[in-house]
């Protein structure tokens, strides 16, 4: 048996790249019933190197094709983050009579003698549906002479104003343009001093909008931004967002956005932003995140491939107790992926345990409900000296997942880790919707509106299940397991 057997790592769920590095999610956009998903790619080496945009197309979210880089480094420097949409009206005059799609990304040059790198965007356009892409013969589009951090494009079309907007990071803040042709750029505002968390460099941010209770007439604009790694927080890299008003120019945060809000409660939910061109009559905001952290991303124990995708997710806004949350829900299409083993309801943490211990599962969703006030959960991944803890403490009201015995670790110190969210109950139960695979667990308390991503890496026989409570083991609960089926299983449906 080849070490490759004995410690694969490979979500059964989750995309990775066939081989060598990946991380951040690029020029997500959807066109002609295929979603894309781009991505930061070192072809020939297993840690971060010279950048390129992989690429997959997926018809469901759940299959994905990977094709060949569609963007690889060129005079002007490496491929770094950057967004892709349709231009519908071909007000870049690179499309004849039919809609096509257009890159927007980072330059990003090294320079000699110790001098800072140049950050610059640019454009790649495609007339075949995203399979050969051709880079604008006039890039770069857009500079800038002061910031060093000038990256991450992330463009779509507002409606208000008949042009296109652009959000991009710059060091601590982001920055806002408009163009009516993705090629001449505007300065409009600058957002950030002196709000959100600043505990890293500011990357990969995003802007749209979102009903409020899927109220089209309570909209408000979400920004997303993610901060880099820095050595002085143990948390590493990891994303905040933002609520307010955006008029084309102007993002005006709300007064919630005065404390600092996180997408994710895990450390592995990282550089996520959402899809474009969703059709109107599907109307979802859809959305995927690297799943890794800038502190440790470079030496996770896969052989092979290094890096992975977060499952597809819904965002929504949702009013809970006056505030508005930014919640997140596994899309929709992932059930077409998933076949029930098991099903109990309202039955004892005795009775429950019993049906366990004849599971063996890898791969999958666990749905469970159980009493407000109680402390409960359960240990995924079990082996021996090996589980994975994902719970409710009771008392604090507070979702936690605990790795420190998860498998291995000792590739970096701060790797182990306790990871708490608190939860905003509206009725008489805990709610949690947790998804198990090879090397992740991602766990939705209260219908998506506290989230924990974290990597894990148990060894392949670490398979056991089991559920617990700390204070009633008469404790009543329900649960239905749903085992995930593997890419090429899902193809062949």
Known sequence: MTTMTKQNYRGVYHFSPKENWMNDPNGMVYFEG???????????????????????????????????????????GMIFSGSAVVDWNNTTGFFEGQPGLVAIFTHHKEMPDGKPAIQRQSLAYSTDRGRTWTKYEGNPVLEHAAYVDFRDPKVFWHQATNRWVMIIA?????????????????????????????????????????????????????????????????????????????????????????????????????????WSDVPAEDGRRLFIGWMSNWMYANQTPTEGFRGAMTIVRELSLELRHGDIVLVQKPARELESAHVQVLSMNEETVHEINTRLSEIRLESYELVAAFPRGKSAGFKVRVGVDTETVIGVNGETEELYVDRTASGLHEFHEHFLGHHTAKLNVQNGLYELRIYVDRSSVEVFGQGGQAVITDLIFPGPECTGLAVFSEEDQNLRMSLDIYEVKPFAEQAKK
């Open 34 to 76: 295929e979603y894309h998903l781009f991505y930061q790619h070192h072809p020939s080496g297993m840690t971060w190197g010279p950048m390129h945009w992989g690429h997959a197309v997926s018809k469901d979210l759940v299959t994905w094709e990977e094709l060949p880089i569609a963007l690889a480094p060129d005079e002007h």
């Open 170 to 274: 710059c060091g601590q803040t982001v920055c806002l343009y408009h163009s009516p042709d993705l090629i001449h750029w505007t300065f409009a505002s600058e957002f950030g001093e002196g709000i959100g968390s600043h505990d890293g460099v500011w990357e990969c941010p995003d802007l749209f909008p979102l009903a409020i209770d899927g109220d089209p007439a309570n909209t408000k604009w979400v920004m997303l931004v993610s901060i880099g790694a820095d050595p002085a927080f143990v948390e590493g890299s990891r994303t905040q967002y933002f609520t307010g008003d955006f008029d084309g120019e102007v993002f005006t945060p709300d007064e919630a956005s005065r404390r600092v809000r996180w997408l994710d409660f895990g450390r592995d939910n990282y550089a996520g932003v959402s």
